[in-house]
């Protein structure tokens, strides 16, 4: 899957409340999906880990010389370094364990883009908790694999027309270990899970561990409904129910593969990747910059667009879910209508499967199905 060009920063917040004030404290992730010669974007996201807020600023300051030039979903304002970004109104409230995120595009010096060293939130410090000095510790998930897992690097196990693969391909930028193991197939719909425990470059994908339907460098079972032409306009109707537990940086993501041919081979690579969000943590972010919010399916999503080699477009759920029902062809039917992506091409591949940075963790697929129709 795509990779992540990001700075990673983790603050803390929190707060100390005085007597008719509320306890505030919060989380904040600091992230760069994409710079270049004079820009950067930045995306951040908030965990309020205090009482419940009706309204919220969130201030920081940039140290080499920052301006931002564009934001979105918070209020901006810039004196010299200093910044704060106010909640845009519909994103006021904020429960208790709750995120929100907002992100920016900036200029830069070309020099130096350190992240900023610390944050506030409706004016207290950043530092971990709702105790001044005492940090409040992440409970680390406890991963109980069951019996049959497999943990080399590329394992794999079929389940009826789909194969789960342990895809462990940026393990090199990091060291740790991750299983896969098969749970049970009824028709088209399986369940399947994964555990893992990596550290490393905090902004390097290690894994994405998946369910594979179709082409991966090369065809390994037949009877999956792929390739199917995108003018063809079938319905790739699918369902995902699953539980997350996790320390650490991750997503949990479909990923669908293009190609201008309709029988690749291992020496085709894809021409477009497009990938659809349903859950992160951590910070992670999509390769590339947001183009646009678009709704599809019933919810949100924001849009990414970038290049690795080949065209990856990103759909993230502005919020996160553990149950989805969704038909893929409308997100391909979307980037058509923009004029990013060419009818005539063929969707080789849809995987699903959870792209991990850093951290350790759980993800249990209890019930998944993609048809085509």
Request: with cysteine; glycine share 12%; aromatic share 10%.
């Amino acid at each position: 899957m795509a990779t992540l060009a990001a700075l990673l920063v983790a603050a803390a917040t929190v707060l100390t409340a005085t007597t008719a004030r509320a306890a505030v404290g919060c989380q904040v992730t600091y992230t760069v999906p994409n710079q270049w010669s004079g820009g950067f974007s930045a995306n951040v996201v908030i965990k309020n880990l205090g009482d419940p807020l009706t309204g919220w600023t969130l201030g920081w300051s940039f140290a080499a010389g920052q301006q931002i030039t564009s934001g979105w979903k918070a209020t901006f304002t810039q004196n010299g370094g200093q910044v704060s970004a106010a909640d845009a109104g519909w994103n006021a409230s904020l429960g208790t364990n709750a995120t929100t995120d907002l992100g920016f595009n900036a200029t830069w010096n070309n020099s130096a883009n350190p992240a900023p060293a610390a944050f506030t939130l409706n004016g207290v410090t950043c530092t971990g908790g709702t105790t001044p000095g005492e940090p409040t510790p992440t409970p680390t998930p406890t991963v109980t694999p069951p019996q049959g897992q497999l943990c080399n690097a590329f394992d794999s196990v079929t389940m009826g027309k789909y194969w789960v693969n342990n895809n462990l391909w940026g393990q090199d930028s990091g060291t740790g270990t991750q299983c896969v193991w098969a749970g049970s197939t009824s028709g088209s719909t399986i369940s399947w899970g994964t555990s893992w425990n990596w550290s490393g470059q905090s902004n390097q994908v290690k894994s994405y561990a998946s369910s594979v339907l179709g082409w991966h460098w090369g065809w390994k079972l037949s009877n999956t409904g792929l390739p199917t032409q995108v003018s063809a306009n079938r319905n790739v109707s699918t369902t995902w129910n699953y539980n997350v537990s996790t320390t650490g940086t991750m997503n949990v993501a479909y990923d669908l593969w293009l190609h201008t041919i309709s029988n690749p081979t291992w020496e085709n690579n894809p021409t477009d990747e497009v990938m659809i969000w349903t859950y992160r943590t951590g910070g992670a972010g999509p390769v590339g910059t947001r183009q646009a919010t678009v709704t599809l399916g019933g919810t949100n999503w924001d849009l990414y667009r970038g290049n690795i080699g080949w065209e990856v477009y990103s759909f993230v759920r502005t919020g996160n879910t553990s149950s989805v029902n969704l038909n893929l062809r409308d997100f391909l039917n979307h980037l058509v209508s923009r004029g990013w992506l060419a009818s005539s091409k063929y969707l080789t591949s849809v995987q699903a499967g959870t792209e991990v940075f850093i951290g350790q963790g759980r993800l249990d697929t209890t019930a998944y199905s993609v048809n085509v129709s």
